[in-house]
T-cell receptor, first 113, second 118 residues
């Protein structure tokens, strides 16, 4: 099983550019989410989805868009990159929301110059 | 709103010492779940344990043990006889039941950087 995969692993963007971080899982999980990790702040929830066609905002959604057209894929779009979006991004999935273990992807390290 | 506090930003120990990582949480729900994750230098997040709010029994897994105390809203993690391979960032996290505006999201603490010296 591949589990949760993320691409790319590393990315450098210039301010104002847009890009999509890809996330896919092969465990048929309903719940998927995106977190960003910044030093000293733990992981903070950006957006989440409880199933195909259903998404909602997390704690820090500004500047990011998501969609969920299939159970497997949950891409994160940066509309106009800003230096404040320099971070490590993790995608996660779990069987259902709530008390189930979340499986994390390997992360994407994004630098915006 | 739920909140998790890991007051220890960094801990440094020498191999074979015991070390306890503190975690204090806040939630208004009576049903919730607590987690610990490990993030080694390679960067991935590794699940260690899940505990639900109705199960206050302490758990031991090899050199790892967890002490859950609802009375003090704490879920502390102890590593016995630490090893260099235990060096990592450790995160405590809280999840409420899905429902309302919560949707069962994970709220993480700030993390504790543990360095075990040989």
């Amino acid at each position: 099983n591949a589990g949760v995969t993320q691409t790319p692993k590393f990315q450098v963007l210039k301010t104002g550019q847009s890009m999509t971080l890809q996330c896919a899982q092969d465990m048929n999980h309903e719940y998927m989410s995106w977190y960003r990790q910044d030093p000293g702040m733990g992981l903070r929830l950006i957006h989440y989805s409880v199933g195909a066609g259903i998404t909602d905002q997390g704690e820090v959604p500004n500047g990011y868009n998501v969609s969920r057209s299939t159970t497997e894929d949950f891409p994160l779009r940066l509309l106009s990159a800003a230096p404040s979006q320099t971070s490590v991004y993790f995608c996660a999935s779990s069987y259902l929301p709530g008390g189930y273990e979340q499986y994390f992807g390997p992360g994407t390290r994004l630098t915006v110059t | 709103a739920q909140k998790v506090t890991q007051a220890q930003t960094e801990i440094s120990v020498v191999e074979k010492e015991d070390v306890t990582l503190d975690c204090v949480y806040e939630t208004r729900d009576t049903t919730y779940y607590l987690f610990w994750y490990k993030q080694p230098p390679s960067g991935e997040l590794v699940f260690l344990i899940r505990r639900n709010s109705f199960d206050e029994q302490n758990e031991i897994s090899g050199r790892y043990s967890w002490n859950f105390q609802k009375s003090t809203s704490s879920f502390n993690f102890t590593i016995t006889a630490s090893q260099v391979v235990d060096s990592a960032v450790y995160f405590c996290a809280l999840s409420e039941l899905a429902g309302g505006t919560s949707y069962g999201k994970l709220t993480f603490g700030q993390g504790t950087i543990l360095t075990v010296h040989p």
